[in-house]
């Protein structure tokens, strides 16, 4: 069989598919739903529904990250003053370690501050007051 014939109908038969599939899908399964509708039947129960506010989704993301941040920073500052405990005098491992606690400082206060500037920027677009929120 030789299969070098086959192939150019192979391909028009997916298209003619494609085309057909194209062409009468809309009509056969819209079932007459707007998009919103859909995209509420794909949405889990106790999801999210809207994007600000307190329950938002955007709030959610920013409290998580925030929560993670903290908790990276906390395990830093506790390595770094293991690091420094146990330098044994040694100026190189000393300067590291305050280094370490210093960078975790610094990164917390820039995880703070950008929540604040996100809640902030989150409340003045939305109408009703109800901001990004300050549960942290």
Known sequence: MRYDKLIPTGIASLVAAIFTAILFAPASLAFNLSIGEGAGSARGINQATALFGNTGVFTTISNLMLFGIGAVSVIMVIVGGLRYV????????????????????VGLVIAILAYAIV????GSFVPDGSGGGTNV
Do not use: R
């Open 86 to 105: 146990i330098s044994g005098g040694n100026s190189a491992t000393i300067t590291t370690a305050k280094n370490t606690i210093l960078y975790a400082i």
């Open 119 to 122: 809640n902030f920027v989150i």
